[in-house]
Each structure stands twice: as structure tokens, then as C-alpha cells.
């Protein structure tokens, strides 16, 4: 009798293991329950936020009502590592099994080797979280034998290979399987979104040099400016860009879905392994752009990676949001430090701008800006962030005669955007606009013609050693689109004559 009082008096631990978002991330959190002697009560430790705190309800009342019993003990559950911030209502799932494992009614090693993630409702139904993409892949690659998940959650995580998903709908189910009393449901297959949107560039009319410009720049991955004034096509062009680019490979497309999944962005469940294309509003802020704030989180260049970031109306942007453009299209991430945290964001983006030639947008002889107006708007996309742009393509108005010229149709331009990408990958290994100095002098095979151009151009000032590089880099992409083996002089003039300068109001005269 006396045993069994004692063993009555015993507190009682069992542990299950979740997965807690940090920005684009998925990290491992276990979660402690444990159950002891004391006035009835369950508390909730580990840095949690509201969401976090509020499961106590959330749990009780859904283990209540799925027919389970919460012991009038006293109860703790720890969420470790304690220093790392919970956020959101995933946890709800873990911590109730946790608990229904301390109290007897699941056996504690149940538990091992398996994630659960998931929120409950008040009657005990598991419904859907945020990330689970990222949760899959971390509990990949934290080696776990199987992954419990919403059903709602199931099709999208079922796009991460080598992960044994279990889906369930309710609290019940889950104890059911957890304990091998029902067989776990299989889960749905991801959908492939091949969608078409509809957007051709043989709906635009009269711009011939502006699509060539396109297809470059997309066979190249090279950042582009539309300059032009309204109405001519410049936004209709930028948005047609997703509709010759290549779709992305698996596990770029992959890590896309990963970005998506965390930030809420795209359709749940469905694989869609075209680029990102984002197109922010210029009043936007600059962390909207780049990412920050308390906790961090991703801006558009993250939200775009492996994809477009278009910014139509360019010079209307705020100063400080284009300048912090500049590190990044270098770098191709983002660090920033907030609230005494530091987190590096990805942001390999390609980007394309749009913007009036002046303040009024006529431009030309119509144009009603005085020259200081003109100066006053090209002055805020300052010089280091235009070198960093490699094509500067003018949109006019089409004469009469060409106003109505279909262009070529988005198929047709694909074909040889692919046929120039294949090019590249197969001699260097990554698109044009990536290659490195070592890369430009090993792969790029420049005729000794059109290094004595570049040298005489670099030598006069006319272009930096970056825009130098840069031009190149264009130089190249337009070989591999006409099938040359090497880069001569009339290809680099080409990728001249499309280096535009936004001071002058006609085509630059670099080439004689």
C-alpha cells in the first residue's frame, strides 16, 4: 500500500518534438510535459508568444472534447532550447500528446522519432500551420522517422522528398496512430500548377528593340531598366518576362516553395516551379523591400529570389529603399539585425525596373520639365546602383507603320532563351550574369578585337570596371542567343549600344 502511495507522488516526464519557425527556417524544439503532485494547473514555459500561451486553452479544451482526460495534477511544459522565441500555434499538437503520454494514456515512447506539428480546435481537430515546407525539411534533415501533419498541410509537404508524412484530422486519430491501433492515412500528392496566365509578348505592338532587349536579359539573368514615357508598353513588357523564362530546377523551385510556405505567399499544396515574380508598390518602405522589423522577416527581394523583382514607376521609390538595392544584387543576400537578433535572408534576384524619362513622362520635344526638374529626377537612382543595372533599354512610341507589328510570341522567344541557357550551363555551369571575374577570362572566349574595345572605353572613362564586367557579361549572353562559340566585336557592340545612358535623351554612341 505504501508503494503504491509513493508511486502515486512520483512526477511523471514524457517529451515529444516540434519544429519552431525562425524567419525563413525550420528549427527542432522539444517539448517536456511534465506531471507531479500539486494543485491542478498547466503551465506553459519556454519563451513563447501569445499564440504559444494561449494553447493552454486551446489543448485543454480539445482534449476534453475528443474524449481524453487532463489529470488534476499539477503540470509543466517546458519547450527547449529556452533562449530560442516560439511563435505561432503549431505547438498545440506536441504539447497535448505530451501531456496525454506524462498522464499514462499514451505510451512515452511513442513518441520517439516522430514530429508533430499542428493547431487544435476547441473539439480536439487538428487545422493547418504556416511553413510546413520548412518543417519538412527540417525534420529531414534532423533524421526523425515520421512527420504527423494536418491533412490540410499533407499535399504541400508531401513536395519534400525522403519523409515519412503521416496526415490526421483530429487529436484522436493522432493518439490512435501514434499508439498502433489505426493504420496512418497516406498522404495526397503535390499538384503541379503548369497554369498558363495568359500573358504573351505577341500581344505587344511596335517594340521590337525593347523584346530584344527582354529575351537577353533573360537568357542571361541580366537586370534591366525600361525607360519610356506612359503608355508605351513598359509594364506590359516586365510583366511578360515570367512567360519566357525557364522553370526553375527542382531544388531552386523547392527552396521557392520553402520562402512561400513560411510567408503565406502562393496556393497551399500546389507545386509551382515557375519564378517568383513580385512587383511592390513604390510607396513601399524600405524593410519592406530588403526584410527586418521585430521579429525579422523576409521582404520582397526574399520573397522574388529565384525570381523577378519588378519595380514599376523606379524613380518614385524611396532613396534609402534603392540604395540598399545595391549591396545585395552583389551579394545576393540580405543581413540584418533586428531587435538583437541577425538573420541572412536570400535574395538572388533578377531585377527590372520601369520609370519615365522625366517628371512629367513626355519626354522629347513635348516634355514641359525644366532641366533642373530633369536632372532633380534622374539624381535619385544614383551612379553606383545604375552600373549595377547591365541593359538600359529605351520604350518610345512606335511610328505609325510599326504601331501595329505583332511581336514574336513568348513560345517562340522560350525556346531560345532555353536553347542560350542550356549554352551556359553546359560550358560555365550557371547563367551569364553569376560568372565571376575568372569565369569572364576563362569562359567568356572574347575575340582580341573586342578586348581592344573594352580596354579603349575602360581607358577613356566611359564605363567602370564593373560596367565593364558587366558589359561582358551581356556580350556573352548575346553569342550564346545568335549560337557563337566566342565574343566578338559586334557582340560586344550590341551589349554597348544597349548600355544606354539615362543622361542622354538618344541611344549612346559607344561603337563607332
Not at 514524457?14 to 511534465?34: H, I, N, Q
Not at 519615365?356 to 516634355?367: A, D, K, S
Not at 554597348?496 to 541611344?507: A, F, G, K, N, V
Amino acid at each position: 500500500m505504501r508503494r503504491k502511495r509513493l508511486r502515486s507522488l512520483r512526477s511523471v516526464l514524457a517529451r515529444s518534438t516540434t519544429f519552431s519557425l525562425d524567419v525563413l527556417d525550420a528549427v527542432p524544439v522539444r517539448v517536456e510535459a511534465d506531471v507531479r503532485p500539486g494543485l491542478p494547473g498547466l503551465t506553459l514555459v519556454g519563451l513563447g508568444d501569445t499564440a504559444v500561451r494561449e494553447a493552454r486553452e486551446r489543448v485543454s479544451s480539445a482534449i476534453a472534447n475528443a474524449g481524453l482526460k487532463l489529470p488534476q495534477r499539477r503540470m509543466v511544459v517546458h519547450m527547449a532550447p529556452a533562449w530560442l522565441r516560439k511563435r505561432g500555434s503549431s505547438f498545440d499538437l506536441p504539447i497535448a500528446c505530451a501531456l496525454l503520454a506524462a498522464s499514462g494514456q499514451l505510451a512515452p515512447d511513442h513518441l520517439d522519432g516522430v514530429g508533430l506539428v499542428g493547431e487544435l480546435s476547441l473539439a480536439g481537430e487538428v487545422r493547418p500551420v504556416s511553413g510546413i515546407v520548412a518543417i519538412a525539411l527540417a525534420a529531414r534533415d534532423a533524421g526523425l522517422e515520421r512527420l504527423m501533419v494536418p491533412v490540410d498541410n499533407a499535399a504541400q509537404a508531401a513536395l519534400v522528398e525522403d519523409v515519412d508524412l503521416v496526415p490526421v484530422a483530429t487529436l484522436v486519430e493522432a493518439i490512435e496512430v501514434l499508439a498502433g491501433r489505426r493504420a496512418a492515412r497516406s498522404a495526397a500528392a503535390p499538384v503541379c500548377d503548369r497554369v498558363d496566365d495568359g500573358l504573351d509578348l505577341a500581344d505587344v505592338r511596335g517594340q521590337d528593340d525593347a523584346v530584344r532587349a527582354l529575351e537577353i536579359a533573360a537568357a542571361g539573368r541580366h537586370n534591366l531598366l525600361l525607360v519610356g514615357p506612359p503608355g508605351t508598353g513598359k509594364t506590359m513588357l516586365a510583366r511578360r518576362l515570367p512567360s519566357i523564362l525557364p522553370r526553375l530546377e527542382p531544388t531552386a523551385a523547392l527552396d521557392a516553395m520553402r520562402i512561400r510556405s513560411v510567408t503565406g505567399v502562393g496556393q497551399a499544396g500546389v507545386f509551382d516551379d515557375r519564378p517568383p515574380f513580385r512587383a511592390p508598390h513604390h510607396t513601399i518602405t524600405p524593410i519592406g523591400i530588403v526584410g527586418g522589423g521585430v521579429p525579422p522577416r523576409a521582404g520582397e527581394v526574399t520573397l522574388a529570389h529565384h525570381g523577378v523583382l519588378f519595380l514599376d514607376e523606379f524613380g518614385e521609390f524611396s532613396r534609402i529603399a534603392l540604395e540598399a538595392l545595391r549591396q545585395l544584387l552583389e551579394d545576393r543576400f540580405v543581413a540584418i539585425a533586428r531587435g538583437g537578433r541577425s538573420a541572412l535572408l536570400p535574395s538572388d534576384v533578377q531585377l527590372v525596373a520601369a520609370m519615365n524619362p522625366c517628371p512629367c513622362g513626355r519626354g522629347g520635344l513635348q516634355c514641359r520639365c525644366s532641366e533642373a526638374d530633369i536632372e532633380r529626377y534622374r539624381r535619385r537612382i544614383s551612379g553606383p546602383l545604375l552600373d549595377r543595372i547591365d541593359l538600359l533599354a529605351p520604350v518610345m512610341r512606335p511610328d505609325v507603320e510599326a504601331k501595329d507589328k505583332r511581336s514574336r510570341s513568348s513560345a517562340t522567344i522560350a525556346e531560345r532563351v532555353l536553347e542560350a541557357r542550356e549554352r551556359q550551363r553546359a560550358r560555365q555551369g550557371c547563367v551569364n550574369a553569376v560568372l565571376n571575374d575568372r569565369g569572364l577570362r576563362d569562359k567568356a572566349a572574347i575575340s582580341s578585337e573586342a578586348h581592344a574595345l573594352l580596354d579603349e572605353l575602360y581607358a577613356r572613362g566611359t564605363l567602370s570596371m564593373r560596367g565593364a564586367h558587366r558589359v561582358l557579361r551581356v556580350a556573352r549572353t548575346v553569342a550564346d542567343l545568335d549560337g557563337d562559340a566566342a565574343v566578338d566585336k559586334s557582340a560586344l557592340g550590341r551589349a554597348l549600344t544597349m548600355r544606354q545612358d539615362l543622361s542622354s535623351d538618344e541611344p549612346s554612341e559607344l561603337v563607332a
